[in-house]
């Protein structure tokens, strides 16, 4: 096994408050360890393009709080194919890049894997992605600024549903997962969630709006976007059909879930996995993502990790129904 000495860190995929942290975490480490760092922007599209750069402690300094990510991210259809990938390999060569860290969610790991097994090159992986979508770790960074966002905005919007007696369907980010659902469903109070992972039933759901306490005002119902029987919109209509006595509104909360500064959880996660992505590849690791399973360091191979971490816990859901009430 040859020595590393160049590390080229890239964050790809969807952006996710706190990967700016653990850009932070590696750049330093790594040169505490005293290897280079080469930074890669927009991710494998900017790998292919030969967007890559020297970064030194100073380059990290005064970004720990910010969101996004200073590497910039992208998605690159080119690295799906074997010609793009060759390409990227050419181009961290020419910088003498010997080893990778990949900041991201699964797209960016099945890429790291496929390209791992295609060329000589050590890769590890951080979890960046605010779904918590992803096997081999508790929580994933950007999850928890992401269900804070969420909390917070669920909060202004039942001040104006209080005052106006309204019932709102707020829709959350989630094309695969109710895990930001389920879990600011429950820190909001909201009367019910509308999840991908369980069977949606309209009627169910309105019997359940309807017959809970008369004298509450307002109502929420928070929605993950992906759900089966449609997103905010559509659980809207079928709710107005059902009551068009109700004064229904949808809010549809977006990219600002995707903003904002980490919360201190998301900055220690990230600061932690950053550290241990440069030992990791010191002491040998290659194709796999760094996770923290019960506050353990902890190295799930990219294959696996992949997979969806789609298990809700029923016990969540059996809190929402008796919270409710
Ligand atoms: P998020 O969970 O926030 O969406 P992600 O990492 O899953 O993040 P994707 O857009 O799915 O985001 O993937 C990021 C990039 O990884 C893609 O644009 C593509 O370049 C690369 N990638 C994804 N799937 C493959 C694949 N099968 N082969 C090669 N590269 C891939």
Redesign the pocket.
Known sequence: MTQIKNIGLFT?????PGMNAAIRAVVRTAIYYNLQVTGIRR???GMINGELFGMDEKSVANIIQRGGTILK?????????PE??RLAYDQLKRHGVDALVAI????????????GNEHDMPIVGLP????N??LGTDFTI?YDTAINTVVDAVDKIRDTAESHDRVFIVEVMGRDSGLIALRTGIASGAEAIVIPETKTDINALCERLEHGRRDKSSKIVIVAEGDDAGGGFEIGRHIKEKFPHYDTRVSILGHIQRGGRPTCMDRVLASRMGVAAIESLRDGHRNEMIGIIHNEIAYTPFEYACKHNDEINPNLLRIVEILSI
């Open positions: 790809s995929g969807g952006d996710a991710g494998y599209e991210t992208a998605r690159s259809e080119q690295f799906k194919t793009g990938r991201g969610g699964d797209g960016t790991f099945t890429g790291a894997r496929i390209f960046g992605t605010i779904d979508d992803l950007g």
